[in-house]
Antibody, heavy 122, light 111 residues
Framework: QLQLQESGPGLVKPSETLSLTCTVS??????????WAWIRQPPGKGPEWIGH???????YYNPSLTSRLTISVDTSKNQFSLKLSSVTAADTAVYYC??????????????WGRGTLVSVSS | QSALTQPASMSGSPGQSITISCTGT?????????VSWYQQHPGKAPKLMIY???HRPSGVSNRFSGSKSGNTASLTISGLQAEDEADYYC???????????FGTGTKVTVL
């Protein structure tokens, strides 16, 4: 059974880079059937799609974050990662990794990790 | 592009039905059947309840149903149960370069 688990620092200083990794277990990240996504949810607010990646490296980013965002994949470790640079307090959120089916018709996320809270503070 | 609009809160007694609305535009809900709904209990990750407007994933109760009319999508919970108390979020594809929007969220309280 496929599972996702986020990992990374829970506290990041302003202007620094937020780095998170999602480990995929119970299946291969190299499946042609899935995209691997990052979604965040600020405290008390709704989720926000950050972006997603296909295992060959094709990426799709939320344009509001593009200038600061890198999503990458490491197929040897069955992991994908998020890097968000120049963070501010507005980037404080629970960050989730998630899975969606590949293809234009499948804009929904059917598996989520448990999420990890990242706070931006000095 | 801003989030999809949902009522902040709704409530109902056990056994009743409630319908949560999600209002978008012709660039998202109005033109595409790519609406999904998520249930989120406190401190937990969102759980997919409805996809492609009205399809239920395996394991989701048939008390949950989805529909769409024009620029507004709806989630109906029939036979309300205590375990349905949670936050609910809609989501839609958008042809704007944002690609994916979520709703503002609705807190459902079972009285």
């Amino acid at each position: 059974q496929l599972q996702l688990q986020e990992s990374g620092p829970g506290l990041v200083k302003p202007s620094e880079t937020l780095s998170l990794t999602c480990t995929v277990s119970g299946g291969s990240i190299t499946s042609d059937d899935y995209y691997w996504a990052w979604i965040r949810q600020p405290p008390g607010k709704g989720p926000e799609w950050i972006g997603h990646i296909f295992y060959i490296g094709t990426t799709y980013y939320n344009p509001s974050l593009t200038s600061r965002l890198t999503i990458s994949v490491d197929t040897s470790k069955n992991q994908f990662s998020l890097k968000l640079s120049s963070v501010t307090a507005a980037d404080t959120a629970v960050y989730y990794c998630a899975k969606r089916r590949a293809g234009f018709n499948s804009w929904y996320f059917d598996l989520w990790g448990r999420g990890t809270l990242v706070s931006v503070s000095s | 592009q801003s989030a999809l609009t949902q009522p902040a809160s709704m409530s109902g007694s056990p056994g009743q039905s409630i319908t949560i609305s999600c209002t978008g535009t012709s660039s998202d809900i109005g033109d595409y059947n790519f609406v999904s709904w998520y249930q989120q209990h406190p401190g937990k990750a969102p759980k997919l309840m409805i996809y492609e407007v009205s399809h239920r994933p395996s394991g989701v109760s048939n008390r949950f149903s989805g529909s769409k009319s024009g620029n507004t999508a709806s989630l109906t919970i029939s036979g309300l149960q205590a375990e349905d108390e949670a936050d609910y979020y809609c989501s839609s594809y958008t042809r704007s370069n944002t690609l994916c929007l979520f709703g503002t969220g609705t807190k459902v309280t079972v009285l």
